[in-house]
């Protein structure tokens, strides 16, 4: 076989179902292998678009997502992907082309650093650079990606090696490692679990998988302690389990913010604390901390960390299970629990009840969407302080259910996002919510998904700003606004040009039927568009948010 017929066959052995990208001169050798194979390829229309589907395949279903870019500015486009994937440990393969190796270094036509710009954004890159090593380095890439702790990786082939002899055949994926726990680290937390007054669960994307929640939920049997969550640990426990309090961190719940700083022992699983769970480290655990994650640099962060395991979250988790029983909570604890519970129960139903002339109550939509939605739904939210409605009022339900850039913070991500997803589960209901400036940053691909007939849900809300930033500079930079105030077009009309159908909400009246629209059975992308007050203010942890 040729390189390209051997890495295509590659994705056929290693169980790839899809592919996302962009044709471009340095893959079309690959693609011309691919257009032969039972692989679907979608493409895209824009490089970012096309790693970012690929991405979201890999965090809903566990298995590397795949992307293919065009040498020079289809690599450079897909970054802001790579580096969401990066930053949240999504298993995913990067595969670019490149200028022919006999114009390396001349400052060719699309010639640019590749391996060395993705180099920091990778678990390992590879340059093909001869057919003879193609096998076993497509194979690396592939069990790498696979591996806890999961990330992306990068494969870069030339223009003219595509059509070498590969050296041999599709090679077998190595066993992946085990991560056991040290025993002594499983007693060490039990004994501390024991001890403690006001225990609290960390639950984070190291645990976010069917064997994670297995593990978690047995484990929260046994201990009766709240449960709290990161960005990526969303649903691993139903969040209308009696125990959830909601995420931690910038965007997220206040409640949960207050439990994390109040807990005498904080046991994370398959997480640390970082600066977003932490608001940039201020607003940290008065107890014990003990993590249990594969973070390579965990040491370099300013978490006084009594006790940290760098082994397999759900084993640990099921080991400590086995040596814990009943383990309950001081009264005092769970009463502060209980009055947090419905002091945060309150502040969302005050933020429902508000009313504006000529706009919608994003939090009264929100509600009344998650009163519809089957409990398998899988979210997609973007950034904006419009997230704290959907973190809030859009519960996660099932492991593996919720997308987001977490720690990029990157916008453009949670429309290919949820594309992404809705490939991977045709069958389950898809709901991204994002502010009108990231739909604007990749609702050209409104094309790609009426033609592939991706039928995603999507909330755009719009407030006409970039609000976080407008609503930093009124508090901080005394009402100097500058730079956060735009226009957008009607996005109905958009949705329309595009074939995909679309609906706007200008008042609270329009809700229900609104709600109604966007559920409905479609082949297409259904959207509807909040006309929402700029002025509008969530239940946000408005001290940390400015710390942060």
């Given amino acids: 076989m040729k390189v390209s017929e051997l890495l295509v066959s590659a994705f056929e052995s290693y169980g790839v179902k899809r592919a996302y990208g962009l044709i471009g001169t340095s893959v079309l050798d690959l693609m011309d292998a691919l257009s032969r194979s039972k692989i679907r390829y979608v493409s895209t229309r824009h490089e970012q678009v096309a790693v970012s589907m690929a991405d979201a395949e890999g965090r809903v279903t566990g298995r590397p997502g795949v992307a293919l870019v065009h040498g020079g500015p289809g690599f450079l486009n897909s970054l802001v992907a790579l580096g969401n994937a990066w930053k949240d440990g999504s298993p995913m393969v990067l595969v670019a082309g490149a200028v022919k190796r006999r114009m390396v270094g001349m400052d060719s036509w699309l010639e640019v650093p590749q391996l060395e710009m993705a180099a920091s954004m990778v678990k390992k890159g590879w340059r093909i650079g001869r057919g003879q090593e193609a096998g ?3 194979a690396e890439a592939f069990a790498l990606a696979s591996s806890a702790p999961k990330g992306p990786v990068y494969l870069e082939v030339p223009e003219d090696v595509w059509q070498q002899e590969a050296g041999s055949r599709v090679a077998e994926l190595p066993p992946e490692k085990a991560h056991e726990p040290e025993y002594a680290d499983v007693l060490r937390a039990a004994d501390a679990l024991k001890q403690a007054k006001r225990p609290l669960l960390v639950l984070g994307g190291g645990v976010n998988s069917s064997e994670g929640a297995s593990a978690a939920a047995n484990l929260l049997a046994r201990v009766a302690a709240p449960v709290v ?5 969303r649903g691993v426990i139903p969040e209308d389990h009696p125990m959830t309090a909601g995420r931690i961190g910038f965007g997220g719940l206040r409640m949960a913010d207050a439990l994390l700083t109040q807990a005498d ?9 970082s600066d977003v769970s932490t608001y940039g480290y201020n607003a940290t655990p008065k107890g014990e901390v003990l993590a249990v994650n594969m973070d390579p640099i965990w040491d370099r962060k300013p978490v006084a960390y009594a006790l940290h395991s760098y082994s397999d979250a759900a084993r640990f988790a099921d080991t400590l299970a086995g040596l814990l029983e009943g383990i309950k909570a001081s009264p005092e604890w769970s009463s502060r629990v209980e009055a947090g519970r419905a002091s945060w129960a309150a502040a969302l139903l005050e933020s429902q009840s508000t009313s504006q002339d000529g706009y919608v109550n994003p939090a009264r939509f929100l509600a009344a969407l998650d009163g519809a939605i089957p409990r398998d739904t899988i979210f997609a939210a973007g950034q904006g302080l419009h997230q704290v409605y959907a ?3 859009l519960k996660v339900r099932k492991e593996r259910s919720f997308l987001a850039a977490a720690n990029m913070g990157a916008m453009g991500f949670v429309f290919p996002a949820a594309l992404g997803a809705k490939m991977a589960f045709p069958d389950k209901e898809v709901v991204a919510v994002m502010g ?13 998904a009426v033609r592939e007939k991706i039928g995603v849900k999507i909330v755009v809300v719009n407030d006409n700003s970039y609000r976080v930033l407008l609503m930093r500079q009124k508090i901080q930079k005394m009402g100097r606004v500058f730079g956060t105030q735009h226009t957008n077009p009607d996005i109905t009309k958009v949705a329309d040009a595009f074939g995909a159908l679309g ?3 200008i008042s609270d009246e329009g809700i229900g039927s ?3 629209f966007l559920m409905e059975k479609s082949e297409v992308p259904r959207i509807v568009e909040l006309q929402v007050d700029p002025e509008d203010l969530p239940p946000i942890n408005i001290q940390g948010s400015l710390m942060f």
């Fill in 136 to 138: 076993m380095d497509i």
């Fill in 229 to 233: 969550s990161t960005s990526n640990g």
């Fill in 265 to 273: 022992v904080v046991l994370c699983l398959g997480c640390g604390l």
């Fill in 391 to 393: 973190y809030a009022l």
């Fill in 436 to 448: 009108d400036g990231e739909f604007m940053m990749t609702m050209q691909d409104l094309e790609t």
């Fill in 503 to 505: 609906a706007r909400v």
């Fill in 514 to 516: 609104a709600v109604e």
